[in-house]
């Protein structure tokens, strides 16, 4: 499915440091006189500039989201196919049940869900995220806080003190693109971004310790259908092989063959409806629905995870 595109999904959204916050760099510097753990750094706008990178981003996201389907479903592969599972991506023997797999839709019916997203040693991830750059890096306030690592068994002080610098106010802006999906899958994406918004989890450094907690705003949402026209108010694929109205999210399964449909373990009737109506694409080729604004972004979500809801009830039937 990475050969084509049939649906096409980008997120626009703004994080918003609700506390400090860090994503250290990784090494120290010889300058003595900046902290011993210093924000990440980039060219940017004509100047250097923190920023969240978007590996850290997709890093956090998707252990969120391997925490919901955990919840919800199982940790490790279960016997039949269509229960919900999340496997554990850093145990590489737990994959190996792939290696013997050639076909590449077999390789992804059998992988977990978030796996499928995500990706894992044997297919590619259909999630990708930019990195998050400031808005306007005046407005970013920056700052040095000591601290000390205390030793857990004589109560003692084991390392420090040391210091290290957080963004404490701000406003990143990022994209989230999600290819080739299920509406299940963007109705994830939705609540993973509602639990970082409502502080379930954070992002960066010592999160156990206060940092890390951002607010979440929706800017902008984009569902895009490249194959397909506008004809009569309808949304028509290419070569007639099917045809929906101009108010509807659909997933990659309406888009399939049933063979190819099953081959994958799409489901077949992924529509949901919307008071957003499409419209062409630049170009006048292809068609594509658009949500501006938080609130009308939170309903895509709400009627993406309708179809995860039905997810749910399918794998515990």
Not at 95 to 106: Q, W
Request: hydrophobic share 35%; glycine share 10%; aromatic share 8%.
């Amino acid at each position: 499915m990475h050969k084509r595109f049939v649906n096409h999904c980008t997120i626009a959204l703004s994080i918003i440091p609700d506390g400090p916050i860090l994503i250290k760099s990784g090494k120290e510097g010889a300058d003595p006189t900046k902290p011993d753990m210093e924000f990440v750094e980039t060219y940017h706008a004509g100047g250097r500039s923190i920023y969240l990178p978007g590996s850290s981003l997709k890093g956090a996201i998707r252990a969120q989201a391997e925490r919901i389907v955990r919840t919800v479903g199982r940790d490790k592969r279960p016997t039949t196919e269509n229960a919900l599972w999340a496997s554990n991506p850093l145990n590489l023997d737990e994959l190996k049940y792939l290696d013997n797999l050639s076909d590449s839709r077999d390789i992804y019916r059998l992988s977990s869900f978030t796996d499928q997203m995500f990706g894992n040693t044997s297919i590619a991830s259909r999630v990708r995220i930019e990195d998050a750059y400031p808005v306007d890096s005046k407005q970013l306030k920056i700052e040095e806080r000591n601290g000390v690592a205390i030793d857990r068994v004589f109560g003692s002080v084991a390392v420090g003190p040391f210091n290290y610098q957080v963004c404490t106010s701000g406003e990143f802006h990022t994209k989230i693109h999600l290819k080739n999906f299920s509406l299940a899958q963007l109705g994830l994406i939705g609540l993973v971004l509602r639990d970082l918004n409502d502080g379930w989890f954070g992002l960066g450094f010592a999160k156990s310790r206060g940092l890390g907690m951002v607010e979440v705003k929706l800017n902008s949402a984009v569902v895009q259908y490249p194959g397909c026209v506008l004809e009569n108010e309808q949304i028509c694929s290419l070569g007639g092989q099917g045809q929906w109205s101009n108010n509807v999210l659909l997933g990659t399964g309406v888009f399939l063959q049933e063979e190819e449909r099953a081959s994958y373990g799409f489901p077949a009737n992924d529509v949901q409806e919307t008071p957003v109506q499409a419209e062409s694409m630049p170009l006048g080729f292809g068609v594509q629905l658009q949500w501006q604004g938080d609130e009308q972004v939170k309903d895509l979500f709400t009627r993406a995870v309708r179809s995860w809801r039905r997810i749910l009830e399918g794998a515990a039937a």
